[in-house]
């Protein structure tokens, strides 16, 4: 099997090599900040541990939405809108219509392919996700999650900014065991669904490993952002809890899993 990468870059953001492929997940490559949002302001606290000019050549970028900046701020937004530069962009119907040329439109469970460097492809399946309760889908947006899979390739969940264990579960009903689930944590919180979180939570983010039946678990999206509130030490306690201590791959910006 081929081996894939994920380096971790802060926030949700990470780069995957996969069999010569390499795809970045939700571009913020901006320093600290204030980002208003509506009547809202986001607060970021830390910027990427690799600048945008540092991260080499993408072949595709995953962006899970685009309207909040801690998925898409100004400089990811610049890269991914570039009308000569930017590379393929999978994202919603929603950040088609807002971002225009580069964005590839992905729904839920349909997929792409990009050819390998050596040979065969890469698969690229949208798939569900729930940024937040039932029903909240009117105030936070649409958003996508992904699965990769291919010929002698790891299968690879990534959820982008869901909220659901019941997501997930209709995600592993569809595509069976994943072996590395990519999972945006960090249990968000914004006055928008002020009783809910809008991603998953730590005890979510281990419920979700099991019932993907994910050999590893590479968590982003749980800080460098002042309304991410459970961070990488609630992740330990959650997956150490729930005897899944082993599939935590718990990396510091910079570092890569590999697998």
Sequence with gaps: MSTLTV???GGPT???EIDG???LTDPTFDPPGEY???SRTLAKTAGPAVPLAGIGPVDAVLLSHDQHPDNLDTAGRAFVTDPVAAPPVFSTAAAGERLGGSVRVLPNWQHTELARPGGGTLRITGVPALHGPVGSEHLVGEVTGFVLS???LPTVYVSGDNA???VVR???DRVGPVDVAVLFAGAARTPLVPDEPLTLTADRAAEAAAVLGARDVVPLHFEHWAHFTEDGAALVAAFEAAGLAERLQLLKPGEAFVR
Excluded: E, I, N, T
């Design 150 to 152: 291919g010929a002698g």
């Design 36 to 38: 208003p949002v509506g």
């Design 7 to 9: 380096r971790y870059l």
């Design 14 to 16: 990470a780069v995957l």
């Design 164 to 166: 659901s264990v019941d």
């Design 170 to 172: 209709a995600v592993a």
């Design 21 to 23: 492929l390499r795809l």
